[in-house]
């Protein structure tokens, strides 16, 4: 049995040896390697911080200590250590572990992550309740994977060092977030680590209290304090003095020994300290060591050569691959369009256009309010920003949407990638509200394309557009392979596009649910039932010549989303119809009011009945009510 295998909780831990400890490091590498490699996975962080958890979990006494993690994915390692080492194949499987953390998965993940700079204000919140109730606990949060050029991971620092509680923040400084990391605060940590005068006096002074005569070692007590002194004037660590931290590094992150000793210090320490701890970003990966390339794995995949272990033939691109390479394209033919991502470029497809055009690409960090009102700032300089960044993050950003972007009424356009479900990644990346925020805000043009190339036209409608403008698109299989940009016209603005004629009974389609309506109104024709399929790629402004001859014609209409049913698209056109016409019945189908776990993505479909299966149970049932009413 290996080392690894014995450990059934942290405690287990705390009996082992430093280089047993290393061992197990090591197993924990070919473990998270082996099975990320076939179930999928963000790796790359996970495999940075291994002798990092494992320290932590060797000095702290957690469960009783807190140990928040910022980044969910920083957590694999700290699922292995934690009672769930033989449970790991079942990670982003249905019923299976958590590809992030959650509170209900174990007493140790002690507050749910999935999005990143949340760490370090839950922790100030648990130490401020825990001296409330009079404890005498440890909380540490470890801030990673780049998330220091996030907002809210200042608001936090800010706050924690004001409040002067007993709280431990360690900075994980991989110089990523999954793009390499930028900003200046990603300039200021380089200095830290890099400083060459910092760097020798540091080694010289370990030296000399290592090699210290017995009556003498009392002096190294003295020597270590005025070493942490006479850093802030070597280096820049005095910032994180100046916010009310005691400044503890940087640490090889990758060094246990350094790592044990150092938080063995500072745990006895009071008040606000902090650790910079320097680590490498997918260390130990077989295929190479590259931080945005093996950020996350992909199913089936050969560690050693960095290929799908699959042969199967090529298919269709994904969404984001063709936006990509559309955005591009039309980065040649419009000469002030510019394009802004928060640390995402490779995520959201958009590298290709930064790599044509550097000078008019910005990747501001995982910075999405940020990201939003410097759009809205370009936009009043003549200049045509596309804003592209997941419909879940940009969640973070919605009042700069409504304050900076719309009351301006400023010419920004929105990509909303992995909007809808999105399969293994989860709860806390599904983009299944962006239907119904964009809605909401007033002069927003909300639309959403039924393949790539309808993608592509509302692209250039979009850029075209003298004001807010927003088009989503899913974390699938583009169904269809679009010619070039330059072939493909702008949507026309506010139309909608009826591509199967019916009689009674009309589907008012969204975006990727339009393929699978007229899929269904295919199998329902085997029962008679002759189904009106329209395709609404503009939601708001809806097309009212199209939607009057629908209701003129149809005694029912039935809206089909990939997005929640509260406040969503069926929920406007249903006020909109009975206004209209009272008179025509109108069901809301869509995700449900509920949150959907990890499962695979057709999965998640069926479960919402939003397959095509759901969908002509749906509508037959429907039309057996109302046959029965009638």
């Known amino acids: 049995m290996s080392l690894l295998d014995r450990i059934q909780s942290p405690a287990d831990l705390r009996g082992l040896t430093r280089d047993e400890l290393r061992t197990v490091a090591s197993e924990m590498r070919a473990r998270l390697i082996d099975v990320c490699s076939n179930t999928g996975g963000h790796i790359g962080a996970g495999l940075g911080v291994v002798e990092l958890t494992i320290a932590l979990h060797t000095v702290l006494d957690t469960p009783r200590d807190l140990l928040v993690w910022d980044v969910g994915h920083q957590g694999y390692p700290h699922k292995l250590l934690t009672g769930r080492n033989d449970r790991l194949e079942t990670l982003r499987q249905e019923n299976g572990l958590s590809g992030f953390l959650k509170r209900t998965e174990s007493e140790y993940d002690t507050f749910g992550a999935g999005h990143a700079a949340t760490a370090i204000s839950a922790a100030v919140g648990m130490a401020a309740g825990r001296d409330l109730r009079g404890e005498d606990f440890k909380v540490a949060a470890i801030l990673g994977d780049g998330a220091l050029s996030c907002g809210l991971a200042y608001e936090g620092l800010n706050n924690a060092g004001h409040s002067e509680r007993d709280i431990i923040v360690v900075l994980n400084d991989n110089e990523m977030s999954i793009a390499p990391n930028v900003g200046a605060m990603h300039k200021y940590l380089l200095s830290v680590q890099r400083n060459p005068l910092y760097n020798r006096l540091r080694s010289k002074i370990g030296d000399l209290v290592d090699s210290a005569p017995s009556p003498f070692t009392g002096v190294s007590t003295i020597v270590r304090k005025w070493e942490e002194s006479v850093k802030s004037f070597l280096t820049p660590g005095v910032l994180f003095e100046e916010l009310g931290f005691r400044y503890f590094g940087p640490v090889d992150g990758h060094d246990m020994d350094a790592l044990i000793e150092t938080f063995s210090a500072v745990r006895d320490f009071k008040g606000p300290r902090l650790v910079h701890v320097l680590t490498q970003k997918g260390k130990g990966f077989p295929a190479g060591e590259h931080g945005e390339k093996w950020h996350a794995l992909p199913p089936g995949h050969d560690p050693a050569t960095g290929k799908q272990r699959s042969t199967a033939s090529a298919g269709n691109p994904n969404w984001t691959a063709v936006f990509g390479k559309g955005l591009a394209e039309l980065g040649a033919e419009v000469d002030n369009l510019a394009v802004i991502t928060a640390a995402m470029p490779s995520g959201t497809g958009t590298g290709a256009f930064g790599k044509a055009f550097p000078k008019r690409f910005f990747d501001v960090g995982i910075a999405e309010g940020h990201a939003v009102t410097f759009a809205a700032g370009l936009a009043t300089q003549d200049v045509k920003p596309v804003v592209a960044i997941y419909s ?31 399969g293994e990644d989860g709860e806390t990346h599904a983009g299944l509200y962006d239907i119904a925020y964009m809605l909401a805000v007033p002069g927003m043009t909300v639309t959403a394309p039924r393949d790539g190339r309808e993608m592509l036209g509302l692209l250039r409608a979009g850029v075209q557009h003298d004001g807010p403008f927003c088009f989503r698109l899913p974390r699938d299989t583009s169904p269809d392979v679009p010619p070039a940009m330059s072939e493909i016209e702008a949507v026309p603005y506010g139309t909608w596009d009826v591509p199967r004629q019916g009689r009674e009974f009309a589907i008012l389609a969204v975006g990727t649910m339009v393929n699978t309506a007229l899929e269904a109104a295919e199998r329902l024709a085997a029962d008679g039932l002759d189904i009106t399929v329209v395709n609404c790629r503009y939601l708001k402004p809806y097309d009212e010549v199209t939607l009057n001859a629908i209701l003129a014609s149809h005694s029912q209409v039935l809206t089909l989303e990939e997005g929640t049913v509260v406040n969503g698209f069926g929920a406007f056109m249903s006020a909109t119809i009975r206004r209209l016409a009272p008179a025509v019945r109108v069901s809301v189908h869509g995700v449900p009011d509920r949150i959907v776990y990890a499962a695979s993505r057709a999965r998640q479909l069926a479960q919402c009945g939003l397959d095509v299966a759901g969908v002509v149970d749906r509508v037959r049932a429907l039309h057996e009510s109302e046959a029965i009413a009638g």
């Open 392 to 422: 879940t993050f940009l969640q973070r950003g919605y009042d700069n949407i409504v304050h900076d972007v719309a009351i301006q009424h400023l010419p920004v356009v929105f990509a909303m990638d992995r909007a809808g479900l999105v």
